[in-house]
């Protein structure tokens, strides 16, 4: 069974840029979870879909956003790019919402200079 | 509000035993997890616990006490390859997103 993919695996922007990062999760799973990943923060939360609704959101701005598609399939975007959104940007799918075991892809490295 | 503390390093040997601890404060409490994530690599899961106890799975056992707010990750006859860093994250309240705690980075030396 194929795993999490995401691209693009590396990305560099100028401040003031907009992005838009995509993750395609295991065939089956329908809970879509990312995540900005910092040596300072560690992993920060930033939403979750699943079957195509936002379930959950973390506390970042509304520069970040995301949809879920119907073959679940989900795509971030950030608008306005600044210097501190330089990070790693995780995708993880599972099963269901909660309490199950999610398998994260190998992320987007974002710079923004 | 909601905290998760680990420490942030720790060194070990080859061969010794090695207990990860992690702390939570959260708004409800319904699991808790460990991942492990080599330098440059996603992260994959270990364990999961929601009751009491210890959960062993190899060489890796996880511990949790509800009422302490505690979970430690035992690694036993450390290799190597076990030098990362380890994740703990726990899901408050049933449906809410995971926490994760920041991370502690394991170096096992020969």
């Known amino acids: 069974k194929a795993g999490v993919t995401q691209t693009p695996r590396y990305l560099i922007k100028t401040r003031g840029q907009q992005v838009t990062l995509s993750c395609s999760p295991i065939?089956?799973?329908?809970?879509v979870s990312w995540y900005q990943q910092t040596p300072g923060q560690g992993l920060q939360f930033l939403f979750e879909?699943?079957?195509?609704?936002?379930?959950n959101k973390g506390n970042f701005p509304g520069r970040f956003s995301g949809r879920q598609f119907s073959n679940s399939r989900s795509e971030m975007n950030v608008s306005t790019l600044e210097l501190g959104d330089s990070a790693l940007y995780l995708c993880?799918?599972?099963?269901?919402?909660?309490?199950?075991?999610?398998?994260f892809g190998p992320g987007t490295r974002l710079t923004v200079t | 509000g909601q905290n998760i503390d680990q420490p942030t390093e720790m060194t070990a040997t080859e061969g010794a035993i090695v207990q990860i601890n992690c702390t939570y404060q959260?708004?409800?409490?319904?699991?808790l997890f460990w991942y492990q994530q080599h330098a440059g690599e996603a992260p994959t899961f270990l364990s999961y616990?929601?009751?009491?106890g210890l959960e062993e799975k190899g060489r890796f056992s996880s511990f949790l006490s509800r009422s302490k707010g505690y979970s430690y990750l035992l690694l036993k006859e450390l290799q190597m390859k076990d030098s990362a860093s380890y994740l703990c994250a726990v899901e408050g309240q049933a449906g809410t997103a995971l926490i994760f705690g920041k991370g502690t980075t394991l170096s096992v030396s020969s």
């Open positions: 065939s089956g799973h329908r809970s």
């Open positions: 616990n929601v009751l009491d």
């Open positions: 959260t708004s409800g409490f319904n699991g």
């Open positions: 879909y699943f079957s195509e609704t936002q379930r």
């Open positions: 993880a799918s599972s099963l269901g919402a909660g309490s199950y075991e999610q398998y």
